[in-house]
């Protein structure tokens, strides 16, 4: 959908391009650039949509081919690594057999996000791209059909085709949980982000997103997985118990800054309002910003989940650090095995009668 030259393109001269706005300002600017495009927009529709997306879109088969192999090759890589390293050294470590089956999920999360984040982070801050200090700058020079940097094609390949393993694996190989379902729907939104910000060469953008979203998954895998090795062998280990505390603290305050603070002043001013400016008829202006904002609304969604950790804390409700996305899942799983045991307790099944067990 393209949208026409804005006539308040003169208030880019308002602001110097690499500071940040201020929330009020993002929400005032991003909708009045917005009614704007929307209005100026005169032949929008389904025709137009396809149109551009044929003229704009760039993608080879041989890309959708080395896609779909780095997807099988992620879902192999890890199923070795959980039998092969992760499930005997959580077995060798006697960590509780409940966290057995966890802990393999977390530790291959902790090694990819580790390893894709220092990759986004040597883009952004040791190279010559400057899109974090100046993320406006994401849109300069644009064309359509521009060539991708190689360094740059190398992270979308290894994030693009790490979300598609991951919506597999939310469905058959994680642990589920109360966010599950969210979480599918937040990996079909982050791969579709990725797959046509690439097609559309709006790869800049995408690697100050990936950049803003890793940090956290890293700090939220470290958490977990020092709340599973807390409890070894029936001991209690005191450094596992600050690591997770001190996790728990630098995962909170990162979500916020990052996703909450970062992401919307950085990325979503870029978007919405400054790409606008740079390039006046702009591809799929209001599908680009649509995913954006639903992915802030979805990281403003888990931030709940957050407060409701730091409040169970401070009401002394949760004694330790634990997935808060488990919590009530695990106390209902408790309630119902205690009911079942109750219920079944003194009593057996044979021949299809209850008898009562003789012990």
């Known amino acids: 959908m393209d949208t026409n030259h804005m006539d308040d393109g003169s208030a880019s001269t308002g602001m110097e391009m690499g500071i940040m706005p201020g929330y009020m300002e993002l929400i005032s600017r991003a909708c009045s650039v917005m009614f704007s495009a929307f209005k100026d927009c005169k032949d929008c529709g389904l ?37 092969y390293i992760f499930e005997p050294f959580a077995l060798w470590c006697h960590i509780l057999p409940k966290d057995v089956s966890k802990m393999p999920e977390s530790a291959w999360k902790l090694v990819f996000y580790t390893m894709s984040w220092s990759y986004s982070t040597y883009l952004l801050f040791f190279t010559s791209y400057s899109f974090f200090q100046n993320p406006p700058s994401v849109f300069y020079d644009w064309k359509s059909g521009m060539s991708v ?18 919506i597999y694996a939310t469905v058959y190989m994680d642990a589920w949980r109360k966010d599950s379902l969210v979480m599918v729907v937040h990996h079909f939104i982050t791969l579709a982000l990725i797959t046509f910000s690439y097609a559309f060469r709006y790869h800049n953008i995408g690697i100050l997103v990936l950049f803003l979203h890793d940090i956290n998954d890293i700090q939220l895998e470290f958490t977990k997985l020092n ?32 996703r909450l603070y970062w992401f919307p002043l950085k990325v979503l001013w870029a978007s919405c309002v400054t790409s606008i400016q740079s390039v006046p008829n702009i591809p799929f ?55 079942e045991q109750m219920s079944t307790e003194g009593k057996h099944v044979q021949n299809g009668i209850n008898k009562k067990k003789h012990l």
């Open 47 to 83: 025709e137009r949509s396809t149109r551009t997306l044929l003229d704009h879109a760039y993608i080879t088969w041989m890309e959708i081919f080395m896609f779909f192999l780095c997807v099988v090759m992620w879902t192999k890589v890890r199923r070795g690594l959980t039998v």
């Open 149 to 166: 940097p190689t360094d740059i094609t190398i992270a979308y390949l290894i994030q693009g085709s790490f979300y598609g393993h991951s």
């Open 227 to 258: 709340v599973y090795f807390k409890t070894r062998g029936g001991k209690e280990y005191l450094i596992n118990d600050v690591l997770s505390n001190m996790g728990a603290v630098s995962f909170s305050i990162t979500w916020f800054w990052f």
């Open 285 to 339: 202006y209001f599908f680009f910003n649509t995913l954006l904002f639903a992915l802030l609304l979805m990281n403003i969604y888990w931030f709940l989940f957050i407060v409701l950790f730091v409040v169970k804390v401070l009401t002394g409700q949760m004694k330790e650090v634990n997935d808060v996305r488990e919590y009530e899942d695990e106390d209902l799983k408790e309630k119902k095995d205690t009911n």
